[in-house]
């Protein structure tokens, strides 16, 4: 037989002294729970029981901590609380008892993810990314699409575009330099937004929308026709087409137009 000869509080822990020789540490409320107190004897198999009640208890308890922080997925939690176990006890998490656990966590009301994914997608937002790009982060974090997607369709429209104006502006600063002509900047713009999450459809959209017809290609010699302006900026097919010839063809065709009336 074994026996309990020290009970040592520290930090919010509480050590077990086995025989004058330190055993392992449990909560407070284990303690109580096990009705633990210096003399009481225990035999070989009674005093395993205890230790593997003690590591569950110290596990569960972490599992509480994780999932109070508001930012993990299930499966980051299983994750996480694996590599604890792995660390300081050498052991492996069964998925099932693990199940059990987080059951009791949703019960208790710790764990929402719903509102988790919702501070995921503007912590995002923030970072400048589009919702493409936030789907793809969060799934890989573990949560489900059907949870993320309603989320998502929250998010306002126009504020989403305007953060897609924003970086589109400040982008174009850093890329106009680079860019060979204004349809290899927009390809470039494009490219960039896309990497950044942003739907192909919307950056477009916003491109063509927002274009300063002022600034659209002319020749090298004949002005641009206000008619030739509208036409080229409300075709989304011809307008690339236009910007992707050489400042002499789109000259020619200036003329071409222009010369028939």
Request: glycine share 4%.
């Amino acid at each position: 037989d074994v026996k309990i000869t020290g009970l040592i509080a520290r930090n919010n822990r509480v050590q077990v002294w086995i025989d004058d020789a330190y055993s392992f540490s449990c909560s407070e409320n284990f303690v109580i729970k096990h009705f633990l107190y210096t003399g009481k004897e225990y035999d070989e198999k009674e005093f395993f029981e205890l230790k593997e009640l003690a590591v569950q208890d110290v596990l569960r308890i972490k599992l509480f901590e994780y999932a109070a922080k508001i930012r993990y997925s299930k499966k980051e939690l299983f994750r996480k609380v694996n590599l604890y176990a792995n660390k300081r006890f050498k052991l492996k998490i069964d998925q099932i008892k693990f199940d059990e656990q987080f059951q009791k966590i949703l019960e208790a009301g710790y764990y929402n993810e719903k509102q988790i994914i919702n501070n995921w997608i503007y912590v995002y937002l923030d970072r400048g990314k589009g919702k493409r790009y936030i789907q793809s982060k969060l799934m890989f974090k573990g949560f489900d699409k059907d949870e993320i997607e309603p989320q998502l369709d929250k998010i306002n429209n126009e504020q989403l575009n305007n953060r897609l104006k924003m970086f589109l502006e400040k982008k174009k600063e850093l890329l106009k330099p680079k860019a060979k002509n204004d349809y290899d900047l927009k390809q470039k713009l494009i490219k960039s937004a896309m990497a950044k999450g942003y739907d192909y459809k919307d950056i477009k959209e916003l491109l063509t929308s927002n274009m300063n017809n002022s600034n659209m290609s002319g020749g090298t010699v004949h002005r641009m026709p206000e008619d030739l302006k509208k036409a080229l900026s409300s075709d989304r097919k011809a307008l690339p087409l236009w910007e992707g010839l050489t400042p002499l063809a789109r000259n020619e065709w200036i003329c071409w137009t222009t010369f028939v009336k």
